[in-house]
């Protein structure tokens, strides 16, 4: 099947849908389809991005997490796993990575000796700030084919969405 012009991948599997179960409405699949696949390529090309930097996306948003929270620079471990898109499995794991090679420090809060606070250290502010216009520019360029109108419907529709 040569696929036209405007059709891409999720239109042909709707069209199959459509044809072996006319029955069942797959409308859903047109956004849901979309979204998937557009989120796998923006990893992708952001991750490659990560990767010219030494990094991850998982480290990148640790730092970037608590680069973004403002001087002193520091979170406790609850406070940045809600802030950040680390999943609470991966967060001590993460954590340690990072503090062994010198981008973050653990330290006792001070209000509350038996608790932990995370700290950026200069090094990873240095790192941090050095990848951010990159991965701007990366998202930049991902975004290029829409209008800046287009963009900021795109944005609050993926709001609604709990995006």
Do not use: C
């Amino acid at each position: 099947m040569a696929k036209e012009q405007n059709q891409d991948h999720v239109s042909t599997v709707l069209e199959q849908w459509a044809s072996e179960r006319p029955d069942v409405d797959v409308s859903p699949m047109a956004v849901i389809g979309r979204l998937s696949r557009a989120a796998h390529r923006i990893d992708e090309q952001l991750g490659r991005n990560f990767a010219l930097h030494g990094i991850d996306a998982a480290t990148f948003d640790v730092l970037a997490t608590l680069r973004r929270s403002g001087v002193p620079y520091t979170l406790s471990p609850k406070d940045l796993l809600e802030s950040s898109m680390v999943t609470s499995s991966a967060i001590a794991q993460r954590l340690n990575k990072l503090e062994a090679d010198g981008l973050i420090e653990r330290a006792a809060s001070e209000s509350d000796g038996r608790r932990k606070q995370v700290h950026l250290t200069t090094k990873g502010r240095h790192l941090v700030d050095a990848v951010l216009p990159d991965h701007v520019a990366v998202e930049r360029s991902i975004l290029e084919s829409l209008t800046p109108d287009q963009q900021a419907t795109l944005a609050e529709l993926l709001r609604k969405l709990g995006g």
